[in-house]
């Protein structure tokens, strides 16, 4: 497997705060990995530091060199960000949206809406739009990118159940087109669908990075998020108690 | 797309025929006779009407920038404070040397640098609170303002008063000089349009879509500023272009920079050619300050098109 990025000795500080230090990693092409850890640990911040948005120290490497030595512009053609949903005061459509991802190659634009579901909203202003739909129109726009690097943070927040499984199956399909996929999930089931890899990060300045199989267990998730987590058949559930 | 570009390509021509024909007299430019009329409309009111359209442009286009720039819907050219400093060095400049027929427009523009530089020093802030700054420098050279309006002797005061609600009618730029500007200002930003619509997703989108955001942010601010100092010396304090004008034409054309600005470019100038001449017909022979023309022409228009669109 190709090696797109390397993170040696990691640390990653806001507001004078370390929120994780010491990760080391790699990440291959045709890879998954899945970030999870409680709110406020870092897991946002991390894939920020990894897209060049913000300082961090160590080393990032992105194909061998260090990531500093890139400017934006080569930056952005290695590696596609999906965090907030952007701000709809300024009236972009849909349309005008992706086309600022696509940039130049403005073809497939129709397509992709198609299968991200959004189509016929393709003319609508994103003010108009709900959540879920903007957060559709955020994937779509990330699958114009077409960069072997993708840094999601929380591809499925805002997303119906429909659309949540569309949305793994379109990480899964990217994944076998070679893409290194690097996501923040919150969803147990979700994370273990997908994930080849995790990084743990436990919001006291530590960060664990493994292979799944190794990682997911109930006793290191319940420790990790601070709540009961418990084995469901072959699945990790958190625990809500007795269902009615 | 292409007949709303043709219906303000016609409105501009047909206001700035109206605004030879109208003043304190009504002259047909098609059949001017004599040469007092014909003095009138080509060394009076067509270079007028050249400033006026320059200097609205101006305007609108460095609200379509400060608007981008702070990322809020209600950024005008005047937020950062740059007006009221040039306010402030015009009225200086009226106090120091009364008799003087440029000294205002001379103040205004050392004022509007000044002002410049202060906000320059918050351009490495986030849009808000650059905002935040802008608006507390605002209100400082407000009480300046004030305090040397206060001590203004009284016969200065009329003059100071008209020039601070905008008068096309003693601007000591050179009309062709102004429209070098407005073309000037126009191509820059069309060149850095791409990276300003990238900056309506917000400035970590626009990052990682490959934008150098922070230089971006202090080219826009450096550029937005000195077309709102060049405005400003020129003509005075004029509200309400440069809040409205972008807003209505991204309803007409769209939100992408490549058609907002080229139509703000157009519109802001539009709009001051109408209130202009408004300006110079409605009291004749007296004039009204156009900054209050802008409004009245401008706000019904604005509210309609925002009803309908709705």
Redesign the interface.
């Known amino acids: 497997m190709d090696r797109l990025m390397n993170l040696s000795d990691l640390t990653v500080e806001r507001g004078g705060h370390t929120l994780l230090s010491g990760l080391s990693c790699q990440f291959n092409a045709g890879e998954v990995v899945v970030v999870l850890g409680p709110n406020g640990a870092g897991k946002s911040s991390l894939l ?1 530091a990894m ?1 060049g ?1 913000i300082p961090a120290t160590g080393t990032i490497e992105l194909a061998g060199q260090p990531l500093a030595s890139y ?3 080569e ?3 290695s ?3 999906q ?2 949903l ?2 709809t ?5 849909v349309s ?2 992706l086309k ?2 696509a940039g130049e190659d403005a073809k497939t634009i129709g397509s992709t809406a198609a299968t991200m579901d959004i189509a016929p909203l393709l003319q609508r202003p994103l003010g108009e739009l709900s959540s879920g739909e903007r957060q559709r129109t955020e994937l779509a726009a990330l699958m114009l990118r077409n960069t072997p690097i993708w840094l999601l943070d929380e591809p499925t927040a805002h997303l119906d159940l429909k659309h949540q499984i569309h949305c793994i199956n379109m990480l899964k399909a990217q994944r076998e087109r070679g893409r290194a996929i690097i996501t923040v999930l919150h969803d147990l089931q979700q994370a273990m669908a997908i994930a080849d890899h995790l990084i743990l990060i436990d919001g006291k300045g530590g960060a664990e990075y493994g292979e799944a199989k190794r990682l997911f267990a109930s006793e290191r998730l319940t420790k990790l998020f601070d709540a009961p987590v418990i084995t469901q058949g072959a699945v990790l559930v958190p625990d809500y108690g007795e269902m009615k | 797309m292409m007949l709303r570009w043709l219906a303000l390509f016609i409105a501009v021509a047909g206001c700035l025929l109206l605004g030879m024909a109208t003043g304190e007299q009504w002259i047909n430019p098609f059949s001017a006779s004599d040469t007092l009329e014909k003095t009138i409309l080509w060394n009076l009111r067509f270079p007028r009407l050249l400033t006026a359209f320059a200097v609205g442009g101006l305007l609108a286009l460095a609200g379509a920038w400060f608007q981008v720039l702070l990322g809020n819907p209600l950024a005008e050219p005047y937020v950062l404070g740059v007006a009221g400093s040039a306010s402030a060095g015009a009225v200086t400049g009226l106090m120091f040397m009364p008799e003087s027929a440029w000294v205002m427009s001379a103040g205004a523009f050392v004022g509007a640098w000044i002002g410049i530089v202060a906000v320059m020093f918050f351009s490495h802030l986030g849009p808000n609170r650059m905002l935040l700054a802008g608006v507390v420098l605002a209100a400082f050279w407000s009480a300046v303002l004030a305090l040397l309006l206060a001590l203004l002797p009284e016969q200065g005061l009329f003059r100071a008063f008209s020039w601070m609600m905008g008068d096309l009618s003693h601007s000591d730029l050179p009309a062709p000089l102004l429209l070098l500007a407005w073309l000037i200002a126009l191509t820059c930003g069309l060149l850095l349009s791409k990276s300003l619509d990238k900056l309506l997703l917000g400035e970590r989108h626009a990052e990682a879509l490959g934008v150098d955001v922070k230089r971006l942010r202090q080219r826009l601010l450096l550029l937005a500023s000195a077309v709102t100092a060049l405005a400003v010396t020129a003509a005075g304090t004029i509200g309400f272009v440069g809040l409205v004008i972008p807003h209505l034409m991204r309803l007409l054309f769209g939100s992408l920079h490549r058609a907002v600005l080229p139509a703000s470019a157009i519109g802001g100038g539009l709009l001051l050619v109408l209130a202009d001449s408004a300006a110079r017909t409605v009291i004749a022979p007296a004039e009204l300050p156009v900054g209050i023309l802008t409004a009245i022409i401008g706000v019904p228009v604005f509210l309609l098109l925002l009803l309908r669109r709705n």
């Open positions: 920020l897209a948005l400017g934006r512009d930056l952005s053609r590696i596609a960000w965090g907030d952007p701000p005061e300024f009236g972009l459509t005008q949206r600022l991802a």
